[in-house]
């Protein structure tokens, strides 16, 4: 079946600084990406998609700028988020689609991100 | 906009027993697409069922089952014979059709106690 590789699964910088999380589909070309954040005990908040070769559409709210996202290839989209600060640690989960519609969506596993 | 409502925060149940989680919707769309989401403790988000709205039929897998209420926006998860690998969040979710993006709810902790 459909594989999402996240890395890392966690990943501990401090303030100030910057962290990437990539997110890969192994056996299958993704299309469109998508980023999600999980606060602790809350539901999956989507904060950007991203097709292949396009600027990702961000929703309200989420800062653009801050968070950074690149879908350069079929398989890999990266999420940066820049000058991290406390309030950024969270839970970022990828999801990848081929072909779009209702059978299409992998998850990856998750990367926990702490900023110190 | 599309709302998704999970009112059981968390619920537990004993093994082989059946337990059903509560989801409730509003949209004004028709046409759309309804999943329960199964996230373990090792975060992978597992896709448990998914009903497409313009089918009457409830569906099923194995030992999971929905009851789709269209009018009454209700899409409640039946998990029969309940095992100690149930154990998770369950997250019930609304896609409009046509448009890649899910709208979840706040979670249900299931605990499958032995």
């Known amino acids: 079946g459909a594989v999402v590789s996240q890395h890392p699964s966690r990943v501990i910088c401090k303030s100030g600084t910057s962290v990437k999380i990539e997110c890969r589909s192994l056996?299958?070309?993704?299309?469109?990406m998508f980023w999600y954040r999980q606060f602790p005990k809350k539901s999956l908040m989507l904060m950007a998609t991203?097709?292949?070769?396009?600027?990702?559409?961000?929703e309200q709210g989420v800062e653009k700028d801050k968070f950074l996202i690149n879908h350069a290839s079929l398989t890999l989209s990266t999420l940066t988020v820049t000058s991290a600060h406390p309030e950024d640690s969270s839970f970022y989960i990828c999801?990848?689609?081929?072909?779009?519609?209702?059978?299409?969506?992998?998850f990856g596993s998750g990367t926990r991100l702490t900023v110190v | 906009a599309q709302t998704v409502t999970q009112s059981q925060p968390e619920m537990s149940v004993q093994e082989a027993e059946t337990v059903t989680l509560s989801c409730t919707y509003d949209?004004?769309?028709?046409?759309?697409?309804l999943f329960w989401y199964k996230q373990p403790p090792s975060r992978q988000m597992i896709l448990v069922i998914r009903?497409?709205?313009?089918?009457?039929q409830n569906a099923t897998e194995n030992r999971f089952s929905v009851n789709f209420q269209k009018a009454a926006k209700s899409f409640s998860l039946k998990i029969s014979d309940s095992q100690l690998g149930d154990t998770a969040m369950y997250f019930c979710?609304?896609?409009?059709?046509?448009?890649?993006?899910?709208?979840f709810g706040s979670g249900t902790k299931l605990n499958v106690k032995p």
């Open positions: 999801s990848a689609t081929q072909q779009g519609g209702v059978y299409g969506y992998t």
């Open positions: 056996d299958f070309q993704a299309t469109t």
């Open positions: 991203s097709n292949e070769g396009s600027k990702a559409t961000y």
């Open positions: 949209t004004s769309e028709n046409n759309y697409y």
């Open positions: 009903q497409e709205a313009y089918k009457q």
């Open positions: 979710a609304f896609m409009k059709r046509g448009f890649n993006k899910f709208y």
